[in-house]
């Protein structure tokens, strides 16, 4: 295992306004770790991507196949291409987790269905034996409808009925999830506002939405933390 290190530098990359790191910042901050954050399609992502010890791909509503139509995504592919080489520590949530599956070679592609509210993750024989364990029996927060095949070389650590890929690694020092362990229950509202359209179009129920998400989000808060508090004490710096 290794030891606390202070002034690791850590890079969030935000792919929308408010999706930021969740709970998941108060567990970095407690470690003394320096957080920039840098927005995908504004910011030059070189630097982070290639130097920063921990590197942090949120998510987003755009596809990681939608270099056409958003063109700074060529770039960012390339730049997390050339840090996955190198394996240096990188987390992917929802979009981020597709980006790193493309970055591997592994095809993203848009789903049979759209994957929206609060579910369990089935966990693998590796999902039990890793970070991940701190959900298996419990909530989270599922925001796609795009899936991707593992990467080769890959764990699979957590399915759901109409997703088999909801979570990967790659070795010690990377982790992909499809769903949100990190997000904080003071800020679903910006996440009804923000993807108003595509609940709509879904035929959410907002309300309900809403209401589970005020319910189950705060048990979500020591899992979430213990989950990467394990994965951090578990990298090869």
Known sequence: MSQPVANRNVAVIQHSAFEDIGIFGEVIRDKGWNVSVYNAGIDDLSQP???ADLAILLGGPIGAYETDRYPFLVDELHRLERRLAT????????LGAQLIASA?????YPGAYQEIGWGEVQLTTQGHASCISHLAGNNVLHWHGDTFDLPTGADRLASTRHYENQAFSFG????????????????IE???????????NSRIDVPRLRASSHQLAPHLRSLGAGLLCDWLDELLW
């Open 104 to 108: 591997l070679g592994a095809r993203v």
């Open 49 to 51: 991507l290639l130097d």
């Open 87 to 94: 394996n240096l520590p990188t987390l992917g949530i929802c």
């Open 172 to 187: 010690n020092n990377v982790l992909a999830m499809q769903f949100h362990a990190e997000i904080e229950s003071s800020r």
């Open 190 to 200: 910006q996440w009804l506002i923000g993807h108003t359209c595509e609940l709509a």
